[in-house]
């Protein structure tokens, strides 16, 4: 007999958040397409885009200037985070009236591990439909949430029915609900993995369930025993409220092995950079200048799975300079051209990021590194 605890996690997520935000304190936004990001013509990318832009196919992380393609009357703000800072802060503590055990994501979603506390009867669903009735209140915004007995789950819940949605998956659902749902919805699971699965006959979770074990292993890695355990249902990760940020990145794995110099000549970086600088804008570290990116850097790995790891420290860098694309496009670009005079060889994967400070001593301002063998 199965004796372990079961969990009751809730995720929360805002709806479309910035933009929310700037359309409650416009009300001549309601029903126009807005986007929050650079017009344009400053070459920058989207942080979200409202509902009725989404109707375009104006999404997160799209350049300024497709989006702009996509949706001709396409309002663009320019993102305002520390007063999504302030919103997000009257969000946090109606979490933590509940518990504190709150793992936040970004500015505008969390998990909460509610498995402890007894209002309700110790009921999740019920926890859940108050924290978005209190979120409303308080901020005249909505928030879909998500109920279930893992993080994994509950994130996919979340989303289930947005905007402001309720959706709950109990441990008896669980099984049923697994094994239709399709891979692209699994967390991590992005663009090239889900075709890379779909190339293997894979589109479900039921489809991994039925796959050997040592097959996902062999395509996939480490990452395939946790495509494994999720096709299950089953995800043991904690909700941790102490968690620190330390780096964010991007990496992208091509179908091909390609030239470095293709990573400089080519669309490849653009795409990448635009991903990363979505994520980077919706982080709530990057808002906060005292802990502010200070160090780049580049990620590859090689046609023989070799990885080349290349890094510097900028202390003249803050939250300002991060506006400008251009600038830190060629940051990036140096660190790539510094791996290629390192080992200029085809490569297979791509990724760039960023580490967040640490402690208050500087660092080296030589570019550093690595050779994985």
């Not at 007999?1 to 479309?16: A, G, L, N, S």
């Not at 308080?138 to 949430?145: D, F, G, P, Q, V």
């Not at 494994?228 to 941790?240: A, W």
């Amino acid at each position: 007999m199965d004796t372990e605890k079961i969990r009751k996690i809730i995720h929360v997520d805002m709806d479309c958040f910035y933009a929310a935000v700037e359309m409650r304190d416009n009300p001549q936004l309601q029903g126009l397409p807005v986007a929050i990001g650079s017009n344009a013509d400053r070459r920058g990318v989207l942080c979200t885009a409202n509902y009725e832009a989404r109707k375009y196919g104006v999404r997160a992380a799209m350049p300024s200037s497709k989006a702009q393609k996509l949706c001709p009357h396409l309002i663009f703000i320019p993102p305002n985070f520390q007063k999504y800072k302030q919103v997000c802060n009257t969000i946090r503590n109606i979490f933590h009236e509940y518990t504190d055990i709150v793992e936040p994501l970004s500015l505008d979603e969390a998990y909460l591990d509610v498995s402890d506390v007894l209002i309700f009867n110790n009921s999740a669903t019920l926890m859940a439909k108050e924290i978005k009735e209190k979120i409303l209140e308080r901020t005249k915004l909505t928030a879909s949430a998500g109920v279930a007995p893992n993080k994994f789950l509950a994130k996919i819940a979340s989303d289930w029915k947005k905007p402001n949605g309720l959706f709950v998956i109990t441990p008896d659902m669980v099984e049923d609900f697994i094994i239709n749902l399709p891979v692209s919805k699994i967390n991590g699971v992005g663009k090239v993995t889900t075709k890379k699965l779909n190339a293997l006959g894979i589109r479900t979770c039921g489809d991994i369930q039925k796959m050997p074990y040592a097959l996902l292993a062999m395509h996939f890695g480490k990452w395939g025993q946790r495509l494994y355990e999720l096709s299950f249902g089953k995800d043991f990760t904690k909700v941790e409220s102490e968690r620190e940020r330390k780096s964010l990145s991007v990496e992208h794995t091509f179908k091909e092995d390609i030239d470095i110099e293709m990573i400089l000549t080519q669309n490849h970086f653009d795409e990448i950079f635009d991903e990363f600088k979505s994520r980077l804008e919706k982080e709530e570290k990057f808002s906060k200048q005292e802990s502010c990116p200070r160090k780049l850097f580049v990620k590859l790995k090689f046609f023989d799975f070799k990885s080349l790891s290349v890094e510097q420290t900028y202390d003249y860098l803050r939250f300002e300079i991060f506006q400008d694309d251009q600038q830190i496009k060629s940051l990036f670009q140096e660190l790539i051209k510094s791996a290629q005079n390192r080992r200029n060889a085809p490569i297979r994967l791509f990724g760039l990021g960023v580490r967040f400070p640490t402690n208050p001593q500087k660092a080296s301002s030589l570019p550093q590194l690595t050779l994985e063998l």
